[in-house]
Nanobody, 124 residues
Framework: QVQLVESGGGLVQAGGSLRLSCAVS????????MGWFRQTPGKEREFVAN????????YYADSVKGRFTISRDNAKNTVALQMNSLKPEDTAVYYC?????????????????WGQGTQVTVSS
């Protein structure tokens, strides 16, 4: 059974930092691309960042570029999202997702498995 479990969400003041983590089990993590997405009520789930199978290539949404960093540890089957300089508009439920292909994409339809999400709230 494939499981993606996010952790690390919470409440933080604007300008602060949070680190999200996603633990993956049940399939070959080291050959899969990973992504982070976020969603607010009434809006579509939007792309935040992705990373290819070996961590050699990353890509970010313009809204988070320079503030967020995605990384992975293939030995521990985890992917992380370091979020710095947080803004109220970053408030959302954050989801990690796995694409069984090695190269990452921004297209959420390409991802095969999703976590349950973790709430991030940034107060002004």
């Amino acid at each position: 059974q494939v499981q993606l479990v996010e952790s690390g969400g919470g409440l933080v003041q604007a300008g602060g930092s949070l680190r999200l983590s996603c633990a993956v089990s049940g399939l070959a993590f080291s050959t899969a691309a990973m992504g982070w997405f976020r969603q607010t009520p009434g809006k579509e789930r939007e792309f935040v960042a992705n990373i290819n199978w070996n961590g050699g290539r990353t890509y970010y949404a313009d809204s988070v570029k320079g503030r967020f960093t995605i990384s992975r540890d293939n030995a521990k089957n985890t992917v992380a999202l370091q979020m710095n300089s947080l803004k109220p508009e970053d408030t959302a439920v954050y989801y990690c997702a796995l694409d069984r292909r090695v190269q990452a994409t921004m297209n959420r339809e390409a991802y095969d498995y999703w976590g349950q999400g973790t709430q991030v709230t940034v107060s002004s």
